[in-house]
């Protein structure tokens, strides 16, 4: 490999971990190639491909000598990080001796354990919930709530095991302060989602449901995602199955998303949040590619950016009063005896149902909430899984209001406890809190943005997540760029008047 | 990496490769994406995640360790191979020593130089074609010619060295055996074309030239590479500016094209010769996929499969009685006045010109038998760079009786020196010589193909070429690989009697 000169540990040790970002973003294509283009029959031999630069991968991040150099570094830089904040050096030495320490702690036998449980867990998984038979799936997932609470052990944590499981998605996070502003969330929003049902006005969203040619719809997508700051000259947009978001190195971006020719929702609101994952990646500096100022603060930030263009800005008023005519212009057949404010409110609709994916943006965060608590009492033992399925329905009937007749609907919906991801839900809806946050402090820096995006302008907006959260990569943790972006700690409130006041408007309470 | 028990060197070998694979096979999926789907501006860093895959494949493959393997294993086998076709487990080790005394013996200082020297003489090349100016690019070809005279050295050679360099690409075969059959075809091939020059009737190659949209040219192009024998489970079709075939694995064959929407022949004869090549692929075996006895045995045999499907089968008039009438479908606009007959002789249209690529079936050995005489001479030194421009023009007027007017249609036309390619132009015209002899010899077995052909039934063939050359691998080198398969040593004949016969009939000579 390319070797600059090396004088310093701290130039020894960037120069690793930079090498080791050539293996892994190689990695990622791989595995975006086997989810877009791959052949049919190519699958068995992608997984020892993948299985052979992961086993790479790995090996370089848990090196030996790479942790002597870290260990070093951190020894120098440990008082330069008191009360402001930290300098690039202090910055990089954290972050690369932070996932060098987690990922050195797990012994390699419980993360064999764990990869293995993994993926007989999802494969199970499939099974049981086409069967709608949880007892199938019951055993994996014993296996690997056990593998994940002796995971927590060994990465050790203060207050609670699931501390440990939420460090590895939103560093800086704590179980308690998650519990807190869950539960003042819920109460707000349950009482807010019963006077939405509760009202007389409907929006009509089967205007959504009409003819929607899919050529037209991925010309559209392309265009608005460009439009809010997507730089196809750095990035793609193919078609999956499930859609993603995936960085292939400093200027290779590339989203997924998936076309329903009777539902305009899908292809156009995922490509918009996939797009603000895009746009948050090509805004982290590339000169640090690999390296922790050159790499995404936390999950719970990174969701921050694609619900912030999602819908902040493409499920504004604002926002449709530019692109609604030119929707009209695609998509004439379907939308052309149909009017921008229906429109607006058909893509605001609010159901409460049973099926996370499909949420409305004030549901969306009791899901979460109902799986966040749920799995906190499981990874505590407070939760025996034979009583899983009963505590998921019993919640579902006091968040929502609903009550699926079935487990595939219900405790067998979702992959992520099946692949061994505890600890990831809860970022979904700090990135809904973040989100309103960071909108809130970018209209105090640059004044109202409703009349802009009117015009279809969203650069200051874009400029301005570039400026102060995009660039910092890795500075903070998540809660500490908040603090630092917003003036304020993590709190619901933001998001509970942005969702009041657009709900007040449009179901006339 | 996954291992499996390892008992036996030979064991211990073949894994080494297996896994050496893996990455090369990752390596394939960096460069096709990289011709194909990657972001305009993600070029400079995959060069770096090329780089790191590339130094650890050539690490890999002139491992110390791997070579004492080899070493031993091949003073067990040596006397296994006479008089007998080898073993698989002679075979295999005789491949894989091969590859790495070959790698060994060049220095890596010399190693590196050749690989700089390819990237400038390229970057050069380009610029030195736009500007007409061989004299600029004059000093880089020097500077090339220089160390492949030096790596045939480090390689050696028994009686020229430009056998060293033809071995890389052509194993068995010696320059003197290519330089008699180059002078026996060229010595029947220049009266034939005069004639074809003379005759008083011409094909309307026009027709080509109309309207054919791109879309309907792809379902076409798909639809009769599949029904020659291309598996698109196991495989795709993409457009990049240089069509190429490359393998990502086992069950991972990727053929590209180009589409001129003015020309019918670009994408439909281009899909025709990679889906000959990719036909090749797919029918090695996929048990040794890695391994000698699963890789394709020279670059001659491999373009005989492009050759053979391409112009023996795809512009035969059988072929075309079967297709025609569905091309008229496919193309109702352009084709619909046009007889079978008329169009049969366009796509069979030779003229002598300047340039290789556009060249016909006929003129094409011509360019190669040019291309060959001036590169060995150069090798030899009895050819002074200065003298080179000249040398092409006598040679063309000699050959094609044209004269170019300009450097860059003339000696600056084709990539392959700048980039250091010495001794591959023959294996284009080997690969002429061996599709005739197989085709020969596919007949003897199977009895006459047309019939079949006009009926569109191509497995019979298909299947006698996984059979009697897919299947061997590199058990045999080129050369006794026709000799088994064909019963005769090499030879003009075939491919003379097939272009005669054929010539003779449209041109009523």
Not at 193 to 220: C, G, N, T, Y
Request: some cysteine; hydrophobic content about 35%; proline content about 5%.
């Amino acid at each position: 490999m390319p070797q600059k000169p090396q004088n310093t540990t701290f130039d020894k040790a960037r120069q690793h971990a930079r090498q080791t970002a050539l293996l892994q973003s190689t990695l990622a294509l791989l595995e975006w190639d086997q989810h877009t283009k791959m052949p049919a029959q190519a699958a068995a031999y992608r997984a020892d491909q993948i299985t052979a630069l992961a086993t790479q991968v790995h090996a370089r991040r848990t090196d030996e000598q790479f942790g002597q150099w870290l260990a070093e570094l951190a020894s120098q830089t440990a008082t330069e990080t008191e009360n402001q904040p930290p300098t690039d050096t202090a910055a990089t030495v954290t972050g690369l001796k932070r996932q060098f320490d987690r990922q050195s702690k797990v012994p390699p036998e419980l993360a064999s354990a764990l990869a293995r449980s993994a993926s007989e867990g999802q494969t199970a998984w499939v099974t049981a919930r086409q069967n709608n038979d949880f007892a199938a799936f019951r055993p994996y997932l014993q296996t690997i709530v056990d593998l994940k609470r002796e995971e927590a052990a060994a990465v050790g944590f203060q207050d609670h095991p699931y501390d440990a499981l939420i460090d590895e998605y939103e560093p800086g996070m704590s179980t308690s302060q998650v519990s807190s502003v869950v539960k003042s969330l819920s109460e707000a929003l349950v009482p807010l989602v019963a006077s939405i049902a509760d009202s007389s006005h409907k929006p009509d969203a089967s205007i959504l449901r009409r003819d929607f040619p899919i050529e037209a719809q991925e010309v559209f997508a392309k265009e608005v995602s460009a439009a809010i700051g997507f730089d196809y000259q750095r990035g793609r947009l193919d078609v999956t199955a499930h859609p993603f978001c995936t960085e292939i190195g400093p200027h290779d971006c590339r989203l997924t998303t998936r076309y329903d020719r009777s539902f305009f929702n899908s292809a156009f609101f995922g490509t918009m949040h996939e797009a603000g994952h895009g746009i948050y990646e090509q805004g982290l500096p590339t000169a640090e590619y690999g390296l922790p100022l050159g790499s995404y603060c936390s999950l719970g930030i990174h969701e921050s950016q694609s619900r912030l263009w999602e819908n902040l800005v493409g499920r504004s008023r604002s926002f449709w009063e530019h692109y609604f005519p030119i929707a009209q212009q695609y998509f004439s057949q379907s939308l052309s005896d149909v009017k921008e404010s229906e429109f607006y409110e058909a893509v605001n609709c609010v159901r409460p149902s049973l099926i996370r994916v499909e949420a409305d943006e004030a549901t969306y965060n009791l899901h979460i909430a109902i799986r966040f608590e749920l799995e906190r009492d499981l990874i505590s033992d407070n939760l025996p899984l034979a009583d899983l399925p009963a505590a998921w329905n019993e919640k579902y009937q006091q968040y929502l209001g609903v009550a699926s007749e079935t487990n595939a609907d219900g405790v067998l919906q979702d992959v992520h406890w099946s692949a061994g991801l505890f600890g990831y839900f809860p970022t979904y809806l700090l990135g809904n809190l973040y989100a309103s946050q960071f909108f809130e402090a970018a209209e105090r820096d640059l004044g109202e943005l409703q009349s802009g995006f009117s015009e279809g302008h969203f650069t200051p907006l874009k400029t301005w997540l570039n400026q102060t959260v995009h660039s910092q990569g890795q500075r903070f943790d998540g809660p500490r760029l908040g603090k630092h972006v917003t003036g304020k700690e993590l709190s619901h409130d933001q998001l509970l008047a942005h969702l009041k006041s657009k709900y007040q408007a449009i179901y006339r309470l």
